[in-house]
DNA sequence: CGACTAGTTGAGGCCAGTCAATGTTGGTGG
DNA sequence: CCACCAACATTGACTGGCCTCAACTAGTCG
């Protein structure tokens, strides 16, 4: 059963571990995410209303399952803490994994057209998320333009970055993907204040190699052999960008 | 510069070929392809005021641009008549074909966010598309819901189809990605009314491979050999499905 | 008719996958 | 606190699927 989300689709929150609300810093405005969330740019009014229809702040724990394809879908996740795995599954039950998500990015959005959620997300690490019921939120957003606006570019901006990832998998050799990879979340976590040369993977090999359309091996000896040009510096997870400039040459040499 | 979005990014359309409102069959109200487009299921009334505000409808050349990377966002398209490729370019100019788009489906998805297009889109045949300015099918939605819920609806289909193609690419062997490619395009055609074993292709061999991550020689190969095994019959850009079910087989077995 | 584009087919090479052995890390319980 | 175990990660040897290069055919348009 999910996490969160409610059991067997019911739409019911059922998670016994609520975060309450008279808890410092558990509001949008204090959010020091807020520019990069839904609320991004509303006036403080606004903000308070949007605040209210938050029904509830939930935390997950490492592994657990927010949703699943199939539940019905009642509302979106901001993500305050941690981070999650997307994933899809094929027929024969391997995983594919397609979108990594952290902090002050949205879960859910792929419910938004048929009433039912359709990929699986599950948390990397311990992580927590604020629930945002969707009717609510479609009859706020009428009345609040910007909220508005911010919903539509939250949606075409998973639109664009799962066509960069159409491209990346499409016609980009296995170096040329970690590469991308590890740019592009130390650019993420760079907006968010993170380091923008240090970083620490959540995921697994396999997951990592999952996402990018390779091997597990294949990321390992990968890592090997950005690590030997001196482009990177592994320690397990722990990865540091020596030479950022360098890996974006390997992705440009064509 | 762009056939019909308008040069240089300046948004008004300069089409020298919109074709006259007073042409029958040229409302929502009329057109075949309205339940699976952008009026679907509105009442006579909205589907009279979203006609109104369609700025034009004007047809597009083979191998014309509709709207390039950068352009500003004004709006989007819906395909009446034919269809097009999407696609991004990477550093080094080659070009990745991430989408394929008939009649009765949606451009432009990828602009609302940022208020620029961010991909590519081309004619694959002579088309027709209908303008919907977003400023106003904006307002329209918030006076009618069912309106609103389309566009999340189309929104999100594009969603969930990029992440099909993500698994699809990420995980899938060559000849199992024909197969799909095949079988879905013949599912898009019969839900137009058009037969579910036999069809056209407007793309050369060079588009699907760069859509499939692959080849093109690769699939040349695997058209013969899928011809071999009985499942299809190909002659040129025309396939017959022989053996759906067979063909399913191929994608399934693991 | 010639030039061009699209498509097919073959031969050979290489990148990433597969299989397998070994090393490392981190969580758990004694 | 440390020993243990399981999960995670690395590395090597080999394989194979798809790519590359190349020759040839078929259809199209001026």
Redesign the pocket.
Same mark, same amino acid.
């Given at each position: 059963m999910s996490a969160v989300a409610g059991g067997k689709g019911t739409g019911v929150p059922v998670s016994p571990n609520i975060i309450p609300f008279h808890e410092p810093k558990t509001h949008c405005g204090s959010c020091t995410l807020q520019e990069l969330c839904v609320p991004f740019g509303l006036d403080p009014a606004a903000m308070r209303r949007l605040d209210e229809l938050i029904s509830y702040r939930a935390p997950v724990k490492k592994r657990e399952t927010l949703y699943r394809p199939g539940e019905t879908f009642n509302g979106l996740f901001a993500i305050r803490l941690g981070s999650f795995k997307t994933l899809l599954l094929t027929e024969d039950g391997r995983e594919q994994i397609i979108g990594y998500r952290i902090a002050g990015e949205i879960l859910g959005l792929d419910g938004i057209g048929s009433d039912r959620y359709t990929c699986e997300v599950v948390a990397l690490e311990d992580s927590q998320v604020c629930f945002l019921p969707f009717k609510e939120l479609d009859q706020l957003a009428l009345e609040v333009p910007p909220l508005r606006r911010n919903l539509f570019r939250l949606m075409s901006r998973d639109l664009c970055r799962d066509q960069d990832m159409m491209l990346l998998l499409g016609s980009?050799?296995?170096?040329? +993907?970690l590469a991308l990879f590890l740019l592009n979340l130390a650019e993420r976590y760079q907006t968010r204040g993170y380091s923008a040369r240090e970083l620490v993977?959540r995921?697994?090999?396999?997951?990592?190699?999952s996402f990018l359309?390779?091997?597990?091996?294949?990321?390992?000896?990968?890592?090997?052999s950005l690590?030997e040009e001196g482009l990177i510096q592994?320690?397990? +997870?722990a990865i540091k960008l020596l030479d950022p400039w360098g890996l974006k040459q390997v992705v440009e040499r064509s």
């Amino acid at each position: 059963m999910s996490a969160v989300a409610g059991g067997k689709g019911t739409g019911v929150p059922v998670s016994p571990n609520i975060i309450p609300f008279h808890e410092p810093k558990t509001h949008c405005g204090s959010c020091t995410l807020q520019e990069l969330c839904v609320p991004f740019g509303l006036d403080p009014a606004a903000m308070r209303r949007l605040d209210e229809l938050i029904s509830y702040r939930a935390p997950v724990k490492k592994r657990e399952t927010l949703y699943r394809p199939g539940e019905t879908f009642n509302g979106l996740f901001a993500i305050r803490l941690g981070s999650f795995k997307t994933l899809l599954l094929t027929e024969d039950g391997r995983e594919q994994i397609i979108g990594y998500r952290i902090a002050g990015e949205i879960l859910g959005l792929d419910g938004i057209g048929s009433d039912r959620y359709t990929c699986e997300v599950v948390a990397l690490e311990d992580s927590q998320v604020c629930f945002l019921p969707f009717k609510e939120l479609d009859q706020l957003a009428l009345e609040v333009p910007p909220l508005r606006r911010n919903l539509f570019r939250l949606m075409s901006r998973d639109l664009c970055r799962d066509q960069d990832m159409m491209l990346l998998l499409g016609s980009r050799s296995a170096e040329e +993907r970690l590469a991308l990879f590890l740019l592009n979340l130390a650019e993420r976590y760079q907006t968010r204040g993170y380091s923008a040369r240090e970083l620490v993977l959540r995921m697994t090999r396999e997951e990592i190699a999952s996402f990018l359309g390779l091997k597990l091996e294949t990321v390992s000896r990968l890592f090997s052999s950005l690590q030997e040009e001196g482009l990177i510096q592994v320690q397990g +997870r722990a990865i540091k960008l020596l030479d950022p400039w360098g890996l974006k040459q390997v992705v440009e040499r064509s």
